[in-house]
């Protein structure tokens, strides 16, 4: 079974500021990684995805993520936040056996303050 | 493309009503699930498809029927709403070449009184 962890609920953050959002992951098996956005009253989407290859991995709208398989993270950062960047954050995991089952962190909220 | 929909957006229930949540897909992806977003508890699958007449249990199956007869849809049923199922519900669907991308609805708000 797996588990993901997102140990901080809610991240304050200042406007054109570095920040970084942890996620950890426990699983008995290899697993993909992945994070997602959530914007107020809107469906999740994909920010980046980590299935092989290079342990750094950029996504969209200037996130990148690194996997630490040593110490079962997949934390997020993005050097400069804007507002926009405003949202709820999950991290989430699936086995690479190929049943394509996601389990999700509970979450952390990006709160951008100008 | 609409990519994934789902109707109704907002759905008030009594305890003991029965409803289905729709979802929709128009990218031709085998690949189908349901979850439920509660407070401090992220994402949960309820049950999910890898492609039409296959469906399968997910974490938090009870309460919750599904079926897929075709591609495009695959509702979700609530045979008799309790109110442990007041949540938001997402649906979401990937491609068999790209199945760990999953591309989520807007969700439907369901309230159980």
């Known amino acids: 079974a797996q588990s993901v962890t997102q140990l901080d609920s809610q991240v304050p953050v200042f406007e054109e500021a570095p920040v970084e959002l942890r996620c950890n992951y426990s699983?008995?098996?290899?697993?993909?990684l992945f994070w997602y956005v959530q914007y107020p009253n809107q469906g999740l989407q994909l920010l980046l995805k980590?299935?092989?290859?290079?342990?750094l991995v950029k996504g969209i709208n200037g996130f990148e993520a690194e996997f630490n398989k040593s110490q079962t993270s997949f934390h997020l950062r993005k050097p400069s936040v804007h507002i926009s960047d405003t949202a709820e954050y999950f991290c989430?995991?699936?086995?690479?056996?190929?049943?394509?089952?996601?389990?999700f962190g509970t979450g952390t909220r990006l709160k951008v303050l100008a | 493309n609409a990519g994934v929909t789902q109707t109704p957006k907002f759905q008030v229930l009594k305890t003991g009503q029965s409803m289905t949540l729709q979802c929709a897909q128009d990218?031709?992806?085998?690949?189908m699930s349901w979850y439920r977003q509660d407070p401090g508890m992220g994402l949960r699958l309820i049950h999910y498809?890898?492609?039409?007449?296959?469906?399968d249990q997910g974490e938090v199956p009870n309460g919750y029927n599904v079926s897929r007869s075709t591609t495009e849809d695959f509702p979700l049923r609530l045979l008799s709403a309790a109110p442990s199922q007041t949540s938001v519900y997402f649906c979401?669907?990937?491609?068999?070449?790209?199945?760990?991308?999953?591309?989520f609805g807007p969700g439907t708000r369901l309230t159980v009184t």
């Open positions: 979401a669907s990937s491609s068999d070449s790209s199945p760990y991308e999953q591309y």
């Open positions: 699983s008995s098996v290899s697993v993909y």
């Open positions: 980590y299935l092989s290859g290079s342990t």
């Open positions: 989430a995991v699936s086995e690479i056996s190929g049943t394509y089952k996601y389990i």
């Open positions: 990218m031709n992806h085998e690949y």
């Open positions: 498809s890898v492609g039409a007449g296959i469906t």
